[in-house]
């Protein structure tokens, strides 16, 4: 907070402007702490509901482990997502409430969130699910039910068209799928829910490393879909938890 606020602020509450409660509540989302490595947003949760995430490539060992055992001090879990076996091994000797769920790569430190709503995960091909484990993981540990509908590509559409009542309970669809990532516009024209496309590098020669479905996912003709980036299970799995608690909380009006 730039220190012209900061003064303002503390003035008002001297004023009786603003309550103690209040102070706290803006202060609180303001707040982090400085690692010497890394500057951790401890008040994210406060301002977004979700905790900070920890993206494991690229940081050391020791850094990773000093961010999470911060993290679950600090919200009673921790996420950690594109991680090797070699990390969870290190932080699993600190801290005994470790799990690593390897097709996804990710390691889950604490239980997460309390669980509510539905969110529908759904992937194009078998070659799909590590990046369609990464967004139900994601989902789950952010606070979301999640189903799980693997293998249900437009190859053989009578796959997916045979869970349609299931799947229709949903408050949001993640739709993942490489190769040329039709599936989220198929989902779209099917059900009145958001749907969040998470192209896939899955594919043959001109698929791109997976612009090819990003593409063809940015260009869907059916309304209703928005898109991540490549192999970004995790950012779908976020959002559909964002969308799903809104959906929710409104619920509990």
């Known amino acids: 907070m730039p220190n012209d606020k900061l003064k303002k602020l503390i003035e008002d509450f001297q004023a009786g402007i603003i309550s103690k409660e209040k102070l706290y509540e803006i202060l609180s989302k303001y707040s982090f702490i400085d690692l010497g490595h890394t500057k951790l947003d401890t008040s994210r ?42 990390v969870y091994e290190r932080i699993k000797r600190e801290i005994k409430d470790t799990i690593y769920e390897e097709t996804a790569k990710i ?4 239980e997460g969130l309390p669980k509510t709503g539905l969110v529908s995960i759904i992937s194009g091909g078998t070659s799909d ?83 090819a479905p990003l593409l063809t996912m940015l260009n869907s003709c059916a309304p209703g879909v928005c898109v991540v980036n490549i192999d970004n299970g995790f950012g779908g799995g976020y959002l559909a938890s964002l969308i799903n608690k809104k959906i929710e909380d409104a619920r509990r009006k």
Do not use: Q, W
């Open 45 to 86: 949760k406060n301002r977004t509901d979700f905790p900070e995430v920890v993206y494991c490539p690229g940081k050391k060992l020791d850094e990773i482990l000093k961010i999470s055992k911060k993290l679950y001090e600090e919200n009673g879990f921790a996420l950690l997502t594109k991680a090797e076996k070699d």
């Open 107 to 110: 390691i889950k430190v604490g």
């Open 129 to 211: 699910i590590p990046i369609a484990e990464e967004a139900a993981i994601t989902a789950e540990t952010f606070g979301s039910n999640v189903r799980r509908f693997y293998d249900v590509g437009v190859a053989g559409l009578h796959r997916i068209l045979s869970f349609t009542d299931e799947i229709s309970c949903s408050n949001v669809i993640v739709a993942v799928a490489g190769m040329e990532g039709a599936l989220p516009s198929v989902a779209a024209g099917l059900f009145n829910v958001p749907v969040i496309g998470v192209p896939t590098s899955v594919g043959y020669g001109i698929n791109l490393k997976g612009i």
